[in-house]
Nanobody, 118 residues
Framework: VQLQASGGGLVQPGGSLRLSCAASGSIFRFNAVGWYRQAPGKQRELVAAISRSGSTNYADSAKGRFTISRDNAKNTVYLRMNSLKPEDTAVYYC?????????????WGQGTQVTVSS
């Protein structure tokens, strides 16, 4: 399983970015696909996730500003981030979870840097 994250960059406060997570093969193999972020000196935290059924959940800090979505035909999950704040600065990681009889497996993309600064 390979997850290719892209779309990070430098953006001014109030700006927008769209992150992409492209999976090798069908994303329906996974029970959920999500985005995590890790800022310097902080623990990695969940930002948003979308389940196989399409249900979504967001961190409180992301609600109302970020939207997670997917394109099944492209095996890609997106994170649209609006009204970005300096505190959104972090490395963003794509994560996919597969839950099987043998247990849970987590797969991670390589991370993409998001910097919000004027």
């Amino acid at each position: 399983v390979q997850l290719q994250a892209s779309g990070g960059g430098l953006v001014q406060p109030g700006g927008s970015l769209r992150l992409s997570c492209a999976a090798s093969g069908s994303i329906f193999r996974f029970n959920a696909v999500g985005w995590y972020r890790q800022a310097p000196g902080k623990q990695r935290e969940l930002v948003a996730a979308i389940s196989r059924s399409g249900s979504t959940n967001y961190a409180d800090s992301a609600k109302g500003r970020f939207t997670i979505s997917r394109d099944n035909a492209k095996n890609t999950v997106y994170l649209r981030m609006n009204s970005l704040k300096p505190e959104d600065t972090a490395v963003y990681y794509c994560n996919a979870v597969a839950i099987q009889v043998s247990g849970r497996s987590d797969y991670w993309g390589q991370g993409t840097q998001v910097t919000v600064s004027s």
